[in-house]
C-alpha cells in the first residue's frame, strides 16, 4: 500500500533552512517508527516549504522524501493554493492508494481533500475551538485558521483523532472520526536508568512552547510562592520561545529568579538532552487551559516522572492509570501550589509504573498497526 503522508517539514516554520535533514513534528517521526516495520507500507512525506531545502531523496527504509518550494504568495494570504496544486502535481506523479495529512494549521489538510484520491487528516491541534477559547480577532491567523479547518473537516473521509477530548469536538464536522492517542519516540520508551532517588535533587521541569495556552508566566507565580514557603526546589522550564509579548514577558522575569536559584529557562534542547533531563528531574508541571493531547505529557510519566497538571483535553486520558500523576482543575493554582509544596516536603520521591503504562499504551508500532487498519477501512469505503 502506498501512502503519500503530507506533514510540516520544521524547517519551514521554525525558518530553519540550513539544516541538512527534514524533521518533523514529534508524534510523526515515532509513527515513521512504527511504519518502518510494517512490510506493506511504502511511505512518501511531501512538505512545502517558502525557500529551497535540502531534499534527501529517502529518510528511511521504504520511506521517500519530497520537499515542494512554493513562494510566499502561495501560502495564507492565498487559501494556500500554491502549496494545493504543487501537492497535487506531486500526488499525480506518486499515484498512492491514500492520502495522509497530519494537522490542519497550514496547508496540509486542504492540499489532502484537493489531491483527487481518499484522504484523511490527523488532527493534532484544535485549530477552531482555540480560536473560540481564545477569542481571536476577525482576519487573524487563528480566525482564519478555524475557518480552513472547518471547511477540510467536512469534506475529508475521515478524520484520526489524537483523544476522546478532540473526537468530541470533531465528531459533528466530520464524515468518519477514530482515535488514535499518538505513539512516543522508541528513545522515551527505553528502561529509565536505576537511580537512588534520595540523592536526586528536586527539580520540576515545564517543557513546551512558551506561550499564553501554556501558561508558563503563571507558573512562576507558583515557583515565587513555593520559594517564599523556603521550600527547596530548581523549576526548569525548556521550550521555544518567540517574538510575541508573553514570550517576552516570561523571559525577562525568569531572570532575577535564575539569579535567585529557584527557576530557569533553557530554551529548545535536543530530545537526547530532553530525555536526560527527565531522568535527573523529579517532576514534571504541566497547567496548560487546552490541550488536544500533551505528548510532553506522556514522554514525563514514560520516563516515571511524578506529574502535576491541568484537567484539561486529552491530559485526563493519558494519565488514566499512571502512578503519581495528580490532575487539578484548570484554574486551581492554590491547589496546584498546595500540592507541590506537600511533594517536595515529604522528600520528592518519583513514583514507579507510569513508564510501563505509557510503553503499552503509546508504543509506535501500536499506533501503526492501528493506522494500517484505518487505511484499510477508509479504501473498502471508498471503493
Not at 498512492?96 to 493534532?124: K, M, N, W
Not at 526548569?236 to 508573553?246: L, P
Not at 506529574?307 to 493519558?318: H, L, M, P, Q, T
Not at 509544596?341 to 507510569?354: C, D, E, L, M
Request: proline share 5%; hydrophobic share 45%; net charge positive.
Amino acid at each position: 500500500m502506498r501512502i503519500a503522508f503530507i506533514a510540516h517539514d520544521l524547517r519551514e516554520p521554525f525558518k530553519d533552512y540550513d539544516a541538512p535533514r527534514p524533521y518533523f513534528n514529534p508524534g510523526i517521526e515515532a509513527l515513521l517508527d512504527g511504519f518502518a516495520a510494517l512490510p506493506e507500507l511504502e511511505i512518501h512525506m511531501i512538505s512545502c516549504t517558502q525557500k529551497p531545502v535540502r531534499a534527501p531523496e529517502k529518510i528511511g527504509d521504504k520511506i521517500w522524501f519530497h520537499s515542494l518550494q512554493v513562494p510566499k504568495i502561495g501560502w495564507l494570504r492565498t487559501g494556500y493554493q500554491g502549496c494545493i496544486r504543487a501537492t497535487r502535481r506531486k500526488i499525480l506523479a506518486i499515484q498512492p492508494d491514500i492520502v495522509h495529512a497530519y494537522g490542519t494549521e497550514r496547508d496540509c489538510a486542504l492540499s489532502a481533500i484537493f489531491s483527487g484520491r481518499p484522504s484523511l487528516v490527523t488532527i493534532q491541534g484544535n485549530m477552531a475551538e482555540l480560536a473560540r477559547l481564545f477569542q481571536d480577532r476577525i482576519g487573524s491567523y487563528g480566525w482564519l485558521t478555524a475557518r480552513l479547518e472547518n471547511f477540510a473537516l467536512r469534506r475529508i473521509d475521515g478524520v484520526i483523532c489524537n483523544s476522546i477530548y478532540t473526537e468530541n469536538l470533531v465528531r459533528p464536522r466530520a464524515k468518519k472520526t477514530w482515535v488514535v492517542y499518538p505513539a512516543l519516540r522508541p528513545a522515551f520508551l527505553e528502561p529509565v536508568p536505576v537511580a537512588v532517588s534520595g540523592l536526586r535533587p528536586c527539580i520540576l521541569l515545564n517543557v513546551g512552547v512558551i506561550n499564553s495556552r501554556k501558561r508558563q508566566l503563571e507558573l512562576l507565580d507558583v515557583a515565587e510562592a513555593l520559594h517564599r514557603r523556603g521550600a527547596k526546589f530548581e523549576f526548569h522550564f525548556i521550550g521555544r520561545s518567540d517574538a510575541s509579548d508573553y514570550s517576552k514577558m516570561f523571559v525577562e522575569r525568569v531572570k532575577p529568579m535564575t539569579v535567585a536559584g529557584y527557576a530557569r529557562y533553557l530554551n529548545r534542547i535536543p530530545s537526547e538532552d530532553l530525555i536526560r533531563s527527565y531522568d535527573s528531574a523529579a517532576a514534571m508541571v504541566h497547567f496548560s487551559s487546552e490541550e488536544a493531547f500533551g505528548l510532553n505529557v506522556a514522554e514525563a510519566l514514560a520516563r516515571d516522572l511524578k506529574f502535576f497538571g491541568s484537567r484539561v483535553g486529552g491530559i485526563a486520558e493519558i494519565c488514566d492509570g499512571a502512578p503519581g500523576a495528580e490532575l487539578f482543575e484548570k484554574n486551581d493554582w492554590d491547589g496546584l501550589t498546595a500540592a507541590i509544596a506537600r511533594w517536595i516536603s515529604g522528600g520528592h520521591q518519583r513514583p514507579v509504573g507510569a513508564a510501563i503504562v505509557m510503553r503499552n499504551r503509546f508504543h509506535p508500532e501500536v499506533a501503526a498497526w492501528r493506522h494500517l487498519e484505518i487505511y484499510r477501512e477508509v479504501l473498502k469505503t471508498r471503493s
